[in-house]
């Protein structure tokens, strides 16, 4: 078998320019995981999240699936929220989708993909709730942005109304949930402005009560 050696070689060079920065950057790092973001955000190798963010290994928590979803049968993505929120109390959670993004760009041609149409049906769910809005957009790219921003926002209710985001709400633990899309083109994040931060900002249906008296 072949080893990567130039990957290795890259890691070691990494090492130490950051040990030559920060001598006890490492020994931090190993000693304590405390961020206060989670990022749920696109596969895309294109799209790495604390790289674009500027932040440090250890400064965010990250998820990471094809066209940034959060799907309440997904326990990856489920446990991955529910370690971040119930043990290391995050405070923001992102959900961050992009331009171009090839899995909202798939869902939308009716060309068979493999397993991942399974997948890509959840987007093609948000084609059809806004399919009025959508089929009046004549540019494919430009119909394929606005689904990448309609993405996000479903995105952000779907997170709001899990039990595990509700539960927090429910306790009095700060959390926001924040929905922003990155541009390949010009790398810059854009806020699309859906952040919400208790359960009024989803419709009445998903809203929890309070918790029981024990």
Known sequence: MKKLGPIFEKNRAWAERVRT???????????????????????????????????APGEMFVHR????????????????LQYAVDVLQVEHV????????GGVLAALDSQPHGLIDNWLR???????????????????????????????????????????VQDAWRRG???SIHGWIYGLKDG???????????????????RMGPLKPT
């Open 122 to 164: 959840n987007i093609k769910d948000i084609f059809e709730a806004h399919s009025q809005y959508l089929t009046k957009i004549s540019s494919v790219a430009d119909r394929g942005d606005r689904l990448c921003e309609l993405n996000v926002a479903t995105q952000v209710s779907n997170l709001g109304s899990t039990t595990i």
């Open 173 to 175: 633990q700060t959390l």
């Open 188 to 206: 810059l994040l854009k806020d699309l402005d859906l952040c919400i931060s208790d359960n009024q900002g989803l419709a009445s249906i998903y």
């Open 21 to 55: 920065a920060d001598p006890e950057f490492f020994d931090r790092l190993a000693a304590q995981q405390a961020p206060d973001f989670l990022w749920i955000g696109c596969a895309d190798s294109r799209v790495p999240a604390t790289e674009i963010c500027g932040l």
């Open 94 to 101: 992102i959900i961050c989708g992009h331009y171009g993004c």
């Open 65 to 80: 699936n094809v066209a940034n979803l959060v799907l309440h049968t997904d326990f990856n993505c489920l446990s991955v």
